[in-house]
């Protein structure tokens, strides 16, 4: 049986609280444990790619989320470890008015707890799952027209 690419949708996500900042978190328990990843997850059959990264942030962070758009999309793949994703990014923001303004720690057996971090700061943390650092190496910002 031949194996496929995975296809996953990630979240840029932005707050005015937060300015210039992304919210990522360390995974852990499964691919990519101890590295930092924003939210995301799987995308399910039949579902738009906002109604996912809606779905996986307020699964993972129980943050509520406002204009959710298309970022960027990566192709991350990790030979050694049998892991080929196509990773949808999209960017978002909170949506405090309908919900809390900061995150929580919704999946503690996939996450140790989320962070906002600055963008361009050399303090981004390492190391990054892989789609996020793809997404790193090709300079996509996702402080762009935000």
């Known amino acids: ?43 399910e059959f039949g579902e738009e790619w906002d109604e996912c990264a809606a779905r996986e942030s307020m699964e993972e962070t129980g943050l509520a989320l406002k204009n959710i758009c298309f970022a960027t999309v990566v192709n991350a793949i990790v030979l050694e470890e049998k892991y080929h994703y196509v990773t949808i990014f999209m960017k978002a923001e909170v949506d405090s008015d309908k919900g809390p303004a900061e995150p929580m720690n919704c999946e503690p057996d996939k996450c140790e707890g989320w962070e906002w971090f600055n963008w361009d700061s050399s303090s981004f943390p390492s190391p990054l799952f892989k789609p996020l650092k793809v997404a790193r190496e090709q300079n996509y910002n996702p402080l762009e027209n935000v």
């Open 1 to 43: 049986m031949c194996s496929r690419p995975g296809i996953g949708v990630g979240v840029f996500i932005t707050s005015r609280d937060h300015p210039h900042c992304v919210l990522v978190g360390k995974r852990k328990g499964s691919t990519g444990s101890g590295q930092w990843a924003t939210p995301g997850g799987h995308l």
